[in-house]
């Protein structure tokens, strides 16, 4: 029988420790399309045991796993510096670029030695490659830093190029902009494709997809002309179906669909619907559509759900029932199976096999088996609620759940509101145990997809232009205020918490409004100037959509950033920082924590010396999560059920 205790002070199995026990991340699914291996699918795993090295692997049938990366070798990319898309697969040979030295590599088995295929010490990076056999060339995203280095640029300078794996000549196919994706021969070798922008843009603002004729030894191409994008359009993720007809995604429609070019040129929606195919462009690699040759379909992705389009009939099903709620990494293995990456708000990512036509599914790899009872799990509702200026939000509220536990009749549960990075970015419902640990010890959570986030459509992306800091701030007041009105969670115990540009919309909450009670920011960003000054190319001109042009729009910049208003924070407020954090100094939670602490409000400050941006050792993780609950409950009158988390705390008596 369940025991009667209050919220907040729940004895949970989920503790800080379970949290920050790292299980591998997967990425990168794959399959050899040359057919040489039509039952073996390749996945690439990030192992934070492994100091965060990534190992490609692969498994054949019903075999065991098989792993590919020697020690001493890391499959990561660091093009865009968000990388992604380090490893293809072709007639059994895995390229991957190292994460050392940035050089592409081929390695012809798993006990093989990788060998380099692109020259040492030239300062060049790569990124989305593919192998093409017709032309025997790997054609890739390029990003040569050694221009920088040499004082010839002020920044990296990307393009296209074709490399001979044999060789290692390279050879310039696009160039002229400042960002290239998605370079795709076509299966005769005779065209390609590619996605483009300029700065301000991100990939998700306005792009162009570009196509070209491949010179016969592949060494360059002729007549490149632009196929679709541009003017305020975002398009992305070009490829070729298997008769050599070429597809897209475009949110011409306010909704990234996927489009057909046909023979006689005109562009053919495929399957219209207001859900999203695809998301945001913040690494490569990712695949949400592929075609099955021998059955004449595609399998999409559209809301994270497989579906399965008939090129022939052209009719659209989404009858696939994997057991699990979100789809991404898709691609098309042989037999009319499809593999991809699967999760749920009950199931942590997993890669699965599934047969589309009789949706049998087969768990490949499990990232981390589910630790606990689901009986300690919250299941996350679906909330859109009013916001300001007459517009609605979306968000997924977790109730307070643990089967051990009820809360005294007639009380209400305090709410943490929390708000993702980004900030062009969603949360999912996918199964989080940092949100699990304090659902579990009756505390509420409201994840918030504020305006700007993405998969609402490009009219709701696109609300956070010149808005950051507004926007993202009345959507998180408002949901917590939604909440307490319709009787759900305790209107004089709401909370607020987020990391990096999360921490930004925390602080921003903190500073210019009054609605929470209590704030937690990790490695938040204070200064929006210091941001726009100070970052890496991909991002360097994104605040100027966001926020607006800097420096013509400094007065902004200065208005939005919390450290400029620290006399105006006026509740209690917990910050963790990292000492070595170069995005966000040290200094900056410092002068918050000061100007609380002179207001006698409560507040604390916890610096981890050796930590960046971003909490890496399983030490600091835990000490962060277990003082955020610990503060909240000294402010909202609970007692953690565990001791061990307590935190300095000033001005709390």
């Excluded at 794959?30 to 291996?37: A, F």
Aim: hydrophobic residues 30%.
């Amino acid at each position: 029988m369940a025991a009667c205790s209050p919220y907040g002070s729940w004895k949970s199995p989920i503790s800080s420790a379970l949290v920050a026990e790292s299980g591998i991340r997967l990425s990168g699914v794959q399959v050899d399309k040359s057919g040489k291996h039509p039952d073996r699918v390749y996945w690439s795993e990030l192992r934070p045991a492994e100091g965060g090295r990534i190992v490609v692997c692969s498994k054949d049938g019903d075999s065991q796993p098989t792993e590919w990366t020697p020690e001493g070798f890391n499959a990561r990319t660091l093009v865009h510096e968000y990388g992604g898309g380090a490893t293809f697969v072709h007639s059994g040979v895995v390229y991957f670029s190292n994460f050392k030295d940035q050089r592409l590599y081929r390695q012809t088995s798993p006990d093989a030695a990788p060998e380099a295929i692109t020259p040492a010490d030239s300062g060049w990076r790569y990124a989305d490659g593919e192998f093409c056999e017709k032309l025997n060339i790997i054609t890739a995203v390029r990003e040569d830093h050694g221009v920088v280095e040499r004082a010839e640029a002020k920044e990296a300078v990307n393009t296209v190029v074709a490399i001979h794996p044999d060789t290692q000549e390279q050879f310039v196919l696009a160039s002229g902009l400042d960002f290239y994706a998605s370079p795709r021969v076509s299966p005769d070798g005779k065209k390609i494709c590619w996605t483009q922008w300029n700065h301000p843009n991100m990939p998700w603002d306005s792009t162009e997809i570009w196509q070209a004729d491949m010179k016969p030894d592949g060494k360059g191409v002729m007549e490149a002309h632009k196929v679709c994008g541009g003017d305020d359009v975002s398009v992305m993720y070009p490829r070729w179906s298997p008769s050599g007809e070429l597809y897209y995604i475009s949110d011409v429609t306010d909704w990234w669909n996927l489009y057909h070019v046909t023979p006689s040129g005109d562009h053919v929606a495929i399957a219209p619907q207001e859900k999203e195919i695809g998301n945001p462009h913040w690494q490569f690699g990712t695949t949400p559509y592929d075609f099955d040759a021998d059955k004449g379909v595609i399998i999409t992705s559209y809301g994270m759900e497989l579906g399965v389009y008939d090129m022939g009939s052209g009719k659209y099903h989404t009858n696939v029932d994997t057991g699990f709620k979100t789809h991404v990494y898709l691609v098309m293995g042989g037999k009319g199976c499809a593999y991809c990456i699967a999760s749920s708000p009950t199931q942590f990512p997993c890669v699965i096999r599934v047969n589309y036509a009789t949706s049998k599914t087969d768990t490949v790899k499990s990232s981390k088996e589910v630790p606990v009872d689901t009986g300690y799990l919250s299941i996350p509702e679906d909330v859109t609620f009013p916001t300001a200026g007459g517009d609605k939000a979306h968000a997924y509220f977790y109730p307070p759940k643990n089967k051990d536990f009820t809360a005294p009749e007639g009380t209400l549960p305090p709410l943490l509101v929390r708000a993702h990075g980004g900030p062009t970015s969603s949360c999912s419902s996918t199964l989080n145990l940092n949100i699990q640990y304090f659902t579990s010890r009756g505390v509420g959570l409201l994840d918030v997809n504020y305006r700007g986030s993405t998969g609402y459509g490009t009219i709701y992306r696109n609300k956070l232009r010149q808005n950051w800091g507004i926007h993202d701030v009345d959507d998180c007041c408002h949901g917590a205020l939604y909440l307490a009105g319709n009787g759900k969670v305790d209107k004089k115990r709401l909370a607020i918490d987020g990391g990096s540009a999360g921490g930004y919309t925390t602080l921003a909450s903190l500073a210019f409004r009054d609605t929470f009670h209590a704030g937690v920011s990790h490695y938040g960003v204070g200064d929006l100037e210091a941001l726009a000054k100070d970052t890496h190319k991909f991002e360097s001109r994104y605040l100027d959509t966001i926020v607006g042009p800097y420096p013509k729009t400094e007065s902004t910049y200065k208005e939005r950033s919390p450290m400029n208003h620290v006399d105006k924070l006026s509740c209690p407020i917990a910050l963790f920082q990292g000492g070595e954090d170069k995005i966000v100094p040290p200094n900056q939670a410092e002068m918050m924590f000061e100007a609380v602490k002179n207001k006698g409000l409560p507040c604390a400050f916890v610096l981890f010396p050796d930590e960046q941006h971003g909490f890496r050792k399983a030490e600091n993780i835990r000490k962060a999560l277990d003082g955020e609950f610990y503060f909240l409950g000294r402010v909202f009158g609970y007692e953690p059920a565990d001791k061990g988390g307590e935190i300095d705390i000033e001005n709390m008596d």
